[in-house]
Protein backbone atom coordinates (compact mmCIF):
# COMPACT_ATOMS: atom_id res chain seq x y z
CA UNK A 1 0.00 0.00 0.00
CA UNK A 2 2.76 2.41 1.32
CA UNK A 3 4.76 1.80 -2.47
CA UNK A 4 1.70 2.39 -4.28
CA UNK A 5 0.96 5.58 -2.59
CA UNK A 6 4.52 6.60 -2.82
CA UNK A 7 4.19 5.72 -6.55
CA UNK A 8 1.55 7.41 -7.17
CA UNK A 9 2.36 10.85 -5.05
CA UNK A 10 5.48 11.01 -7.48
CA UNK A 11 3.72 10.54 -10.48
CA UNK A 12 1.56 13.61 -9.59
CA UNK A 13 4.81 15.60 -8.12
CA UNK A 14 6.25 14.88 -11.41
CA UNK A 15 3.60 15.29 -13.94
CA UNK A 16 2.19 19.03 -11.89
CA UNK A 17 5.48 20.38 -13.39
CA UNK A 18 5.55 23.07 -11.09
CA UNK A 19 9.04 23.02 -10.80
CA UNK A 20 11.59 24.15 -13.44
CA UNK A 21 15.28 24.46 -13.64
CA UNK A 22 16.25 28.54 -13.90
CA UNK A 23 19.11 27.38 -13.31
CA UNK A 24 19.91 26.58 -17.01
CA UNK A 25 20.41 29.90 -17.26
CA UNK A 26 24.28 30.77 -17.94
CA UNK A 27 24.53 33.47 -15.74
CA UNK A 28 23.41 31.75 -12.61
CA UNK A 29 26.36 31.45 -10.77
CA UNK A 30 27.40 35.69 -11.45
CA UNK A 31 23.88 36.66 -10.62
CA UNK A 32 24.17 34.96 -7.31
CA UNK A 33 27.49 34.49 -5.83
CA UNK A 34 30.36 36.97 -5.84
CA UNK A 35 33.97 35.87 -6.68
CA UNK A 36 36.75 35.89 -9.53
CA UNK A 37 36.99 32.61 -10.04
CA UNK A 38 34.41 29.87 -11.02
CA UNK A 39 35.84 27.93 -7.83
CA UNK A 40 35.08 30.58 -6.05
CA UNK A 41 31.74 30.95 -7.31
CA UNK A 42 30.73 27.43 -7.03
CA UNK A 43 31.71 27.55 -3.10
CA UNK A 44 29.67 30.41 -2.60
CA UNK A 45 26.95 28.52 -4.43
CA UNK A 46 27.25 25.05 -2.27
CA UNK A 47 27.26 26.95 0.71
CA UNK A 48 23.72 28.55 -0.55
CA UNK A 49 22.42 25.11 -1.21
CA UNK A 50 23.23 24.22 1.90
CA UNK A 51 21.34 26.99 3.27
CA UNK A 52 18.66 26.45 1.16
CA UNK A 53 18.79 22.53 1.86
CA UNK A 54 18.85 23.06 5.62
CA UNK A 55 15.83 25.29 5.66
CA UNK A 56 13.78 22.94 3.42
CA UNK A 57 14.45 20.53 6.32
CA UNK A 58 13.09 22.60 9.25
CA UNK A 59 9.91 23.83 7.08
CA UNK A 60 8.98 19.68 6.30
CA UNK A 61 10.60 19.10 10.32
CA UNK A 62 7.35 20.93 11.50
CA UNK A 63 5.01 20.12 9.03
CA UNK A 64 5.48 16.35 9.83
CA UNK A 65 5.31 17.70 13.69
CA UNK A 66 2.30 19.10 13.00
CA UNK A 67 0.29 16.40 12.01
CA UNK A 68 1.96 13.40 13.02
CA UNK A 69 -0.69 13.24 15.87
CA UNK A 70 -3.74 14.30 14.87
CA UNK A 71 -3.72 13.33 11.35
CA UNK A 72 -1.08 10.70 10.68
CA UNK A 73 -2.23 9.92 7.24
CA UNK A 74 -0.99 13.92 5.74
CA UNK A 75 1.96 13.09 7.85
CA UNK A 76 3.01 10.31 5.81
CA UNK A 77 1.75 12.19 2.52
CA UNK A 78 4.10 15.30 3.68
CA UNK A 79 6.80 12.61 4.28
CA UNK A 80 5.98 10.91 0.86
CA UNK A 81 5.98 13.71 -1.40
CA UNK A 82 9.16 15.03 0.15
CA UNK A 83 10.74 11.68 -0.55
CA UNK A 84 9.27 11.62 -4.38
CA UNK A 85 10.83 15.57 -4.25
CA UNK A 86 13.83 14.80 -3.42
CA UNK A 87 14.01 11.71 -6.08
CA UNK A 88 12.47 14.33 -8.92
CA UNK A 89 15.43 17.11 -7.93
CA UNK A 90 18.21 14.56 -7.81
CA UNK A 91 17.30 13.82 -11.73
CA UNK A 92 16.40 17.61 -12.74
CA UNK A 93 19.63 18.87 -11.20
CA UNK A 94 21.79 16.08 -12.48
CA UNK A 95 20.11 16.88 -16.07
CA UNK A 96 20.79 20.41 -15.95
CA UNK A 97 24.37 19.21 -14.95
CA UNK A 98 24.38 17.00 -17.81
CA UNK A 99 23.44 19.52 -20.00
CA UNK A 100 25.87 22.13 -19.51
CA UNK A 101 28.47 18.97 -19.19
CA UNK A 102 31.41 20.59 -21.45
CA UNK A 103 31.28 23.78 -19.60
CA UNK A 104 32.99 25.58 -16.77
CA UNK A 105 29.22 26.60 -15.80
CA UNK A 106 27.88 23.05 -14.76
CA UNK A 107 28.64 22.64 -11.56
CA UNK A 108 26.83 26.09 -10.80
CA UNK A 109 23.98 25.52 -12.98
CA UNK A 110 23.76 21.96 -10.96
CA UNK A 111 24.06 24.03 -7.68
CA UNK A 112 21.42 26.91 -8.37
CA UNK A 113 19.07 24.22 -9.54
CA UNK A 114 19.42 22.35 -6.14
CA UNK A 115 18.91 25.75 -4.33
CA UNK A 116 16.09 26.80 -6.26
CA UNK A 117 13.93 23.83 -6.21
CA UNK A 118 14.45 23.73 -2.14
CA UNK A 119 13.06 27.21 -2.51
CA UNK A 120 10.27 26.16 -4.16
CA UNK A 121 9.54 23.34 -2.02
CA UNK A 122 9.82 24.90 1.24
CA UNK A 123 6.87 27.46 0.21
CA UNK A 124 4.71 24.89 -1.02
CA UNK A 125 5.43 23.01 2.51
CA UNK A 126 4.84 26.35 4.26
CA UNK A 127 1.69 26.97 1.92
CA UNK A 128 -0.05 23.73 2.70
CA UNK A 129 1.32 22.28 6.05
CA UNK A 130 2.26 25.49 7.98
CA UNK A 131 -0.73 28.18 7.83
CA UNK A 132 -3.91 28.27 9.74
CA UNK A 133 -7.01 29.17 7.62
CA UNK A 134 -7.55 31.46 9.76
CA UNK A 135 -5.51 34.86 11.37
CA UNK A 136 -3.47 32.36 13.47
CA UNK A 137 0.45 32.97 12.84
CA UNK A 138 1.74 30.29 10.39
CA UNK A 139 4.13 27.96 12.58
CA UNK A 140 7.31 29.30 10.63
CA UNK A 141 7.64 32.67 8.66
CA UNK A 142 7.06 33.13 5.04
CA UNK A 143 10.18 31.70 3.10
CA UNK A 144 12.00 33.63 0.67
CA UNK A 145 14.66 32.80 -2.26
CA UNK A 146 18.29 31.82 -0.55
CA UNK A 147 20.20 34.63 -1.18
CA UNK A 148 24.21 34.52 -1.36
CA UNK A 149 25.86 35.25 2.40
CA UNK A 150 28.62 37.18 0.90
Known amino acids: MRR ?11 TTGSFHAAAADSNV ?5 P ?13 QAQRAQARLDKYVKAASERYAEDQPAVRLGIDASEQA ?7 ECATVYENWKDGTIR ?6 CMTEMA ?8 RNWLQFED ?7 EPTPTK ?3
Do not use: H, M
Not at 29 to 33: D, H, P, Q, S, V
Not at 119 to 126: G, H, K, M, S
Open 135 to 141: STPPILP
Open 107 to 112: VAAQLG
Open 85 to 91: FEAYREI
Open 148 to 150: SAR
Open 119 to 126: DQRTYTVW
Open 35 to 47: GKTTIEINECLEQ
Open 4 to 14: RTLRLLAALFI
Open 29 to 33: GAATC
